[in-house]
């Protein structure tokens, strides 16, 4: 009597410990989904379970034994996603319900085989032995089938996007809006791109200087919500007179003073916040206006500060310290050059536009190849606009290509050679995920026969040897790109081609840095200096730890893009091995040697 009191009341514990937690994972954002909706099924087995057992029900022991094995993958995916999550208590509890798993488990192997309605002999149970055979007659042939088809509900149906889970941007990268009967206002926007048009009308920025050109219908008034704007230096003038911006929660986590950054970006603190600022303006009927925002203090003229941080993957254990440095000083902005996120899901997509959209500083991108692994194309071009673009920032061009492919295309090169053709700027800086050439041996190398991916460099000569041609000929400075997780820079002619090393990806070759790059324009000179955070020696030394942060990278986006199909398959598989029970219990089975 006294194990099933003491099971009964370990076990009403440990669901007052989810429903504690609970609540907090639901208000943790879409990384937390799957923990929250699998908690509160979680919470209700175990009281059911609790109850029955209590009474020797021998349903409770069915019961308690899959309140055990939920319990577990429970807290494996907590750990997976928050990995501070685990401390020893939590080991402890989880050892517990590893043992009660398999103490209330049937030791015996079964084989299931569906069979007619012929009768057979009951095997004794106690038979240890041989295995036991499953006769499954045609009366449980119905709810077996019912089984199936709400598995396949559950996985071909996308939940999430149905529930509203992983709300992408609508804006398809356009840099266009045509009114609606919610917005009547027709917008056209250089410099940025339309994101959003669900609640107010979304404009993200890519370029320090946009014009919004806006016609409404009839005089109104409307709110324009900016993205990718520094916070401590935007303004906006509407027809060159001055417009006050609703700054809201900009600074919430990255404030500039006193800065406190999340300790992990899958924290919900990172998805639930308003991003960006608010614009609010007034339109005069059919009248075209035009509205000016600027990333520029004044006192910074003359002297400009950049980042180039590259191969982030999905990791941010390294990055997150170096962006907090980055955040407190006087730096104008971040290009992250390619390879954002591992594998290109929208779950991916999701925490990685939202960690930047909190940053208070403007992030440039470029697109690289595992941002369009498994057709994650679609979901930069909803996060970050165009694929390549440019700006002329101060006296320099900066131009940002796409290689994401390893090639760059006739239609590309002929928009940069206009470009380079047409620049009045004093400088010119191009960014490329891939370089055109392996900077390592400072010429284009394809000596890397296994796959083009693992090439150093952009994968046909012929566009490696057209775009040296016009960086020499238009005088482009640097080259700056990333891909081979390796830091090294070459000169060819008076362009300097660099690469910036990794910033989350794997370290498997010795030449390969944990690092990144910051440049200083400075009137006529420029100047780059490498920030090396790790070694590759010492980052092997951490292999235990390099392995659990790959494992998350492929594993999260996973669990977070599917959570509510995750969560409905644990449920099936307790009612599954509740149906199996009543089936044996009411010889709806029949046990035969």
């Avoid at 030791?107 to 149970?125: H, P």
């Avoid at 401590?232 to 700054?247: G, H, M, R, W, Y």
């Avoid at 296994?450 to 040296?468: A, F, G, W």
């Avoid at 955070?533 to 669990?559: C, D, G, N, Q, Y």
Wanted: proline share 3%.
């Amino acid at each position: 009597m006294r194990i099933f009191k003491l099971l009964s009341i370990y076990t009403l514990l440990n669901c007052v410990l989810i429903v504690f937690t609970v609540y907090d994972f639901f208000a943790h954002g879409i990384a937390y989904q799957f923990l929250g909706i699998t908690g509160v099924f979680l919470a209700l087995l175990g009281i059911a379970a609790s109850v029955l057992f209590y009474f020797k029900h021998e349903i409770g022991r069915v019961l308690l034994k899959n309140f055990a094995f939920v319990y577990v993958v429970y807290y494996l995916i907590l750990f997976i996603i928050e990995s501070d999550a685990f401390n020893p208590v939590v080991l402890v509890i989880l050892l517990s319900d590893v043992f009660l798993f398999f103490k209330l488990s049937d030791k015996k192997i079964v084989t299931v085989t569906i069979s007619g309605w012929k009768n057979s002999t009951l095997s004794s149970m106690a038979d240890k032995k041989r295995p036991l055979y499953l006769r499954i007659g045609f009366s449980s042939i119905f709810p077996a089938l019912l089984l199936l088809l709400l598995l396949g509900g559950i996985w071909l149906i996308d939940w999430e996007d149905k529930l509203g889970i992983l709300l992408l941007p609508n804006g398809s990268g356009i840099d266009f809006y045509r009114g609606s009967d919610r917005h009547p206002v027709d917008l056209s926007v250089a410099g940025g791109f339309v994101y959003d048009d669900r609640d107010v009308i979304t404009i993200k920025l890519t370029a320090p200087v946009a014009v919004i050109t806006a016609q409404a219908r009839e005089d109104m008034k409307i709110a324009l919500r900016v993205l990718n704007v520094d916070s401590s230096a935007v303004e906006a003038f509407l027809d060159d007179s001055p417009v006050e911006i609703d700054k809201g929660d900009a600074n919430r986590h990255f404030a500039i003073n006193n800065l406190e950054i999340a300790s992990d970006v899958y924290s919900g603190n990172f998805l639930a916040q308003e991003k960006g600022v608010l614009i609010k303006i007034k339109l005069t009927g059919n009248t075209a206006h035009t509205l000016r925002i600027t990333n520029r203090k004044e006192e910074q003229a003359g002297k400009m500060v950049f980042y180039a941080i590259s191969d982030t993957h999905s990791v941010y254990t390294q990055l997150l310290p170096e962006i907090k440095k980055i955040m407190r000083d006087d730096s104008r902005f971040i290009v992250f050059n390619g390879d954002m996120v591992n594998n290109g899901y929208d779950s991916e997509y999701v925490i990685c536009s939202n960690f930047y959209e909190n940053m208070p500083k403007q992030v440039f991108t470029t697109i690289g190849n595992h941002d369009v692994w498994n057709g994650g194309g679609v979901y930069y071009t909803r996060y970050f606009g165009p694929n390549y673009y440019s700006f002329v920032y101060e006296n320099t061009l900066f131009i940002f290509l796409d290689t994401s492919a390893g090639y760059i295309g006739n239609g590309q090169f002929t928009w940069l050679k206009n470009l380079l053709a047409e620049n009045k700027s004093e400088h010119i800086l191009i960014f490329s995920h891939m370089s055109p050439i392996n900077t390592y041996i400072g010429k284009f190398d394809e000596s890397q026969k296994i796959h083009p991916e693992l090439l150093h460099n952009i994968h046909r000569k012929s566009e490696s040897d057209y775009l040296l041609e016009l960086a020499q000929r238009y005088g482009v400075d640097y080259v700056i790109a990333g891909h081979s997780h390796i830091h090294a820079v070459a000169k060819i002619g008076t362009t300097t081609y660099v690469t910036s090393g990794v910033m989350g990806g794997s370290v498997t070759d010795d030449r390969s840095t944990y690092s990144f790059l910051r440049f200083e324009i400075d009137g006529p000179k420029i100047s780059f200096k490498p920030i090396i955070v790790k070694s590759a020696s010492l980052v092997k030394k951490e292999a235990l730890a390099e392995r659990i942060a790959i494992a998350r990278i492929f594993l999260t986006p996973l669990i977070i893009s599917r959570s509510v199909r995750l969560a409905l398959s644990m449920m099936l598989v307790v009612l599954i091995s509740i149906y199996i029970f009543f089936l044996r219990k009411y010889s709806l089975i029949r046990l035969a040697l």
